[in-house]
Structures are given as C-alpha cells and as structure tokens.
C-alpha cells in the first residue's frame, strides 16, 4: 500500500506539471507576450512528462497504477488540452497515445469533458 501511495503522489505531480506545461504554450505566443523561448521550453516539460508516462504504462498496463483511478482523471485534463494547444504526442510514446484514447474515451471523462 504505501508503494501506490507514492505512486499516486508522483503522478499527482505529473499531472499538475503536465497542465501548467499544456497552458504555458499557447499563453507564450500570445502576441502580447509572445515569447517562443518559454513556449519551447513548456514543450520540453509536456514531452519529458509524456516520456516518463510511457515508461509508467509500460510497467503498469492499461492506466497509470494498473486499474483506472484518480490518477488517470488527474491526467484527462492535460491530455485534453494537448491537441487544443497543437502539443502533439511524439509518436514513439505509444503506451501514452493507446493510453489518451483509453481515458479520452470512459463514459465518465466524456460526461466530464461537456
């Protein structure tokens, strides 16, 4: 048990710095503040957060700890905001693009997402 309770806390921190990332890109070329330096460098932090997602999923299976819990809800926003913002999922992350359409695609995430 305290082995997932350090699980969900990482992720719980992935998560957050996955949507602050998410948001960073399209606040930092607005043309008032435009700045392609921090829209590049929150693409770096979305791709390496992507990057550990993937080796996640690998060790764990279909969600993050194995079963759907709170820890993928956690992500749905983020991932939600990745093609709104035009963050593509590199290609070589397959565990998190199989992933994304897994959670993207729950009843309760769709419901959620209204």
Request: without cysteine; glycine residues 6%.
């Amino acid at each position: 048990m305290p082995e997932r309770i350090g699980l969900f806390a990482r992720l719980g921190w992935q998560a957050l710095q996955l949507r602050k990332a998410v948001l960073r890109v399209p606040a930092s070329l607005v043309q008032r503040w435009k700045d392609e330096a921090r829209a590049a460098a929150a693409r770096e932090v979305v791709a390496a957060t992507l990057a550990r997602l993937d080796k996640e999923l690998a060790e764990h299976g279909e969600y993050l700890a194995g079963d759907f819990t709170l820890a993928d809800v956690a992500f749905a926003p983020g991932l939600q905001m990745l093609a709104q913002t035009g963050v593509p999922i590199d290609a070589s992350l397959k565990n998190v693009a199989a992933w994304k359409t897994r959670l993207l695609a729950r009843p309760s995430v769709v419901k959620a997402g209204r």
